[in-house]
């Protein structure tokens, strides 16, 4: 007799075929705060220990719109919010209105190596909310390093990317692609562990403060 | 009272092997005019060819051709004594030191804290061999009586003074802590042992030896008072390391670096205390020190973390000449509040809390390379932004027209001919008092591949050139 697993533990597990398809929600998420993108995502949200990598054509499509809410609550939980090495300067007063608690919001300044080494510290330590990071010089090596301290952690870590990324295989349970197609910018799932990513764009407000 | 006494019998010798890299190889301490060095002290691989204390050193290296010398330093005995005494402080207010090699603590009063004796006993044992110490303890009413006992008997343990005359009737003269001119003499008189002394009558003793002798009996079965200095931590942490031959080298360096951090985290739990921020100096033959600082922002104390950063930061420096000495300073003590952490806390288990976390990665990347963002009351998106090493309160919201959530360090042109005006214009003119006077109309807008950015022209120009400062991402 090998290990004993509850039946509800199995059944709650998004991997297992049960002949008709049935949404359970995983415990182990949190809602993105985007009503569209939870419908699609297995277990109605960011999943909760775990790599997402999201792939951006350009920079002010909403890439960040797409966490902010998750990451509002996130601190308002106490737990800190982990920049490391972001592009640009966080403009505090415009992520405190979208309801992020500045007190909670930590920025790491590092160059290309170091970023990589500092957002896998981050997530393993386990005592981050989120890791938010731009890695340039990430390979599938460093990401599998990443997924890895990720669910060590126990933490939800974000990496975004360029979209030039897409095509290349890529460790993380979760990617997203974010581009513009005329007026609005369009989110697609290009992968999704436990479910099928879906064919058509996810419906999307990026800017919701307008 | 209850006095517990630690003899340390090879202090010299222990000051040496602790920080000595192969303690197992024949090591000796030798002193003396350099005419005449003889050996002072050696260790078991030394003892164990048929070295002992006391022979010539040219002698003992006819017998160990690769017996390893090293010159007895004074200083650090008692540097290692006081680091010591720093250390028993965590176990008792009254600690003393006696004569050169002793250590007295008070333990009576602690014993409510430590448990009973067999129990502190043990922990202070713990403690020792920890530290590298080489000990006996004893237990006895009094001070005096604890020394000889620790001498005579490692563990023994007294309680009660009414049996103190029948056990130091059995103490051999010679570990009596008496003069030896006066052990001598009363060898010659044919008294070898306590019991024999204290059964003379006591006017002929103090006619023959003087009132010493007697004085130091009364103090050894307590008849009369044994009042002692006691010991004061000092204010500041420095300790010493002197290497044996030069390092220039990050890896040979950790071995002495572990030693002095123990040695920092023993004191600070000594005064229950922590440490904000400490020097490494590095000292080198024909050069300036080289400093390795680490600063911390909340205090800490706890000795593997303590070491983690200290060798990070260490790594960090170079080495610019072959190191001779390895120093650590610690100035900044402030009271250590430990983090606290919730009986139901879900988080795994090898969680390390968010300020262990911050240390590493300014260890590693730098000391202003983690910092927190608050909003200034300056109406130039500029000077908007305050960095900050650390935000102890969240500040109130301001309510702003709308801000993009990435700002450009500095504006840069946006050249796009399909660009669509969202919102705006938002005029910011200000800055006239300090020499960074801004006159611009903010906008927010749409560019052709979709990006919402804020852009400004220069107050009242409704065509021409974008300048982009910030993205709505």
Known sequence: MGQLVAIDTLLRDARLWRGQPVLVPEINSRATGHAALDASLPGGGWPAAALVEILFASDGLGELSLLLPTLAALSSQAKPIVLVAPPYLPYAPAWQNAGLRLAQLQVIEANASDALWAMEQALRSGCCGAVLAWPTKADDKSLRRLQVAAETGQTSGFAFRPIAAQSNSSPAPLRLVLKSSGDAPQLRMIKCRGALPPATAIAFAAHAQH | MLWACILLPQLALDAVLRRHPTPELPLSLISGPVQRRVLLDVNTAAHALGLVPGMGLLAAHAIAPRLLAIDHVPREDENLRSLLAAWAYRYSSMVSLEGEDAILIEVEASLGLFGPWPQFERKLRDD??????????????????????AAAHDGYALTASTNMRQALAQIPLSLARIDPPVVTALAAMGLKKLRQVMALPRDGLARRFGPGLLAHLDRLSGDRPDPRLCYRPPDVFEQRIELNYEISHHPALLFPLRRLVNDLAAYLAGRDGGVQRFVIALEHEDHADTDAVVGLLAAERDPARLFDLARTRLERTTIPAPIRALRL?????????PAGRDLFDDRPAQAMPWPALRER????????????????????????????????????????????????????????????????????????????????????????????????????????????????A
């Open chain 2, 329 to 337: 300073i610690a100035r900044e003590l402030p009271p250590f509040i």
């Open chain 2, 361 to 472: 990665l300014r260890a590693r990347l730098g000391e202003d390379a983690v910092y927190q963002l608050a909003a200034h009351p300056d109406p130039r998106p500029e000077f908007a932004l305050r960095r900050l090493p650390q935000l102890l309160k969240e500040p109130a919201p301001v309510s702003l027209p709308p801000r993009p959530t990435w700002l450009l360090p500095r504006p840069m042109p946006l050249r796009d001919n399909a660009l669509k005006i969202l919102a705006g214009p938002e005029r910011i003119e200000s800055g006239w008092w300090d020499g960074g006077d801004i006159r611009r109309d903010y906008y927010v807008v749409q560019t052709s591949l979709g990006q919402r950015a804020w852009a400004f022209r220069p107050a009242g120009v409704n065509e021409g050139a974008w300048m982009l400062h910030g993205w709505f």
């Open chain 2, 128 to 149: 020792l061999q920890m530290l590298g110490i080489t000990h006996r303890i004893a237990l006895a009413p009094t001070p005096m009586a604890a020394c000889v006992f």
